[in-house]
């Protein structure tokens, strides 16, 4: 029963996160309230204020997730694998749609991406998503793993980190900016071949 009972207060977490942010996107910053990102959960403002404290902290929340997911998946890749494609399969899996994106689908693409530039472009959000650095530590610890190499005294785990973040950052701005054309499903892995190829393990 407790499992249950986490996995659904997690699921609800993710639910107001992902509403948080497809709400923002669709009306701007200041067009949604903590009301209305409960409302489209089906939960109180009350509920909403036991899960995050800001709409902020919501929206981020998704990002933060998602990031310590890569640290995650890239630690179930097969061993054998080489470190970039690894890496690469475990990026692309931050992707993926949950049910909660199933269940409130985006609008269309090029609107998408606009409401989105609008939204990180947002001060308040760009201070609560400085907690990434929580996941580029993971991230780290999972490349040292992986290699064989000491997070405390080489530099590769740590920079190889920080470089994929970057990456992922530079690539999704690309995409809401809209000058490619491109998804993120493009982009990101092009924007790691780039830092592998930068990289070399040797």
Do not use: C
């Not at 992707?95 to 985006?106: A, F, K, N, T």
């Not at 980190?161 to 998804?183: H, N, R």
Request: glycine share 8%.
């Amino acid at each position: 029963m407790g499992g249950l009972r986490e996995r659904k207060k997690e699921a609800t977490r993710a639910a107001l996160s992902w509403a948080a942010v497809r709400l923002t996107a669709e009306r701007g910053w200041s067009g949604v309230k903590v009301e209305d990102i409960a409302a489209a959960v089906g939960v109180s403002p009350r509920t909403y204020n036991n899960y995050f404290f800001s709409k902020a902290e919501a929206i981020a929340f998704r990002h933060l997730e998602r990031s310590l997911w890569l640290a995650a998946e890239l630690r179930h890749r097969p061993p054998d694998e080489p470190l970039w494609e690894a890496i690469t399969h475990a990026a692309l899996r931050q992707w993926e749609p949950g049910p909660e994106v199933e269940h409130m689908p985006p609008q269309g693409p090029d609107e998408w991406a606009a409401g989105l530039w609008v939204m990180l472009a947002e001060p308040a959000l760009k201070a609560e998503m400085l907690r990434g650095k929580i996941a580029e530590k993971e991230l780290a610890a999972a490349i040292a793993d992986r290699t064989s190499m000491d997070l405390g005294s080489d530099l590769y785990p740590r920079l190889g980190a920080a470089s994929v973040m970057a990456a992922s950052d530079v690539a999704l701005e690309l995409f809401v900016q809209g000058g490619t054309g491109e998804p993120m499903e493009v982009l990101l892995p092009r924007a790691l071949r780039m830092v592998a190829t930068g990289l070399p393990t040797a």
